[in-house]
């Protein structure tokens, strides 16, 4: 059986002090879009990155650290501080996602 491998995109926000601020250009912000190839079915990643636990190993720009439950959120420590995520309910699509709130109280998705 042929293994089929899947493309992981991930979008690093590179997040300043007045990340939250709105511009007169609008809501824009330096990214830096890095592809990965993960040599998995896609349902098994699906499976490992849905479990908030694992988010250092695959977010460390966002958790650098464990993770930690708070009620339906998790804390971590950042780079740039603490955040809290809230993870979206498993699915049947395969779609992850997640709320990111700074200490500073912005929400980046």
Partial sequence: M???GIMMAVIISILGAG???RNESGPMHDVQHISVFIDR???D???FVSDPRNLPRWAAGLARSEIKQEG???VADAPFGKVKVRF???NHFGVMDHDVRLESGCHHS
């Fill in 41 to 43: 079915r896609p349902a």
């Fill in 45 to 47: 990643v699906y499976e």
């Fill in 19 to 21: 990340a939250c601020a």
């Fill in 88 to 90: 979206a309910e498993k």
């Fill in 72 to 74: 339906d959120e998790w």
């Fill in 2 to 4: 042929v293994r089929l």
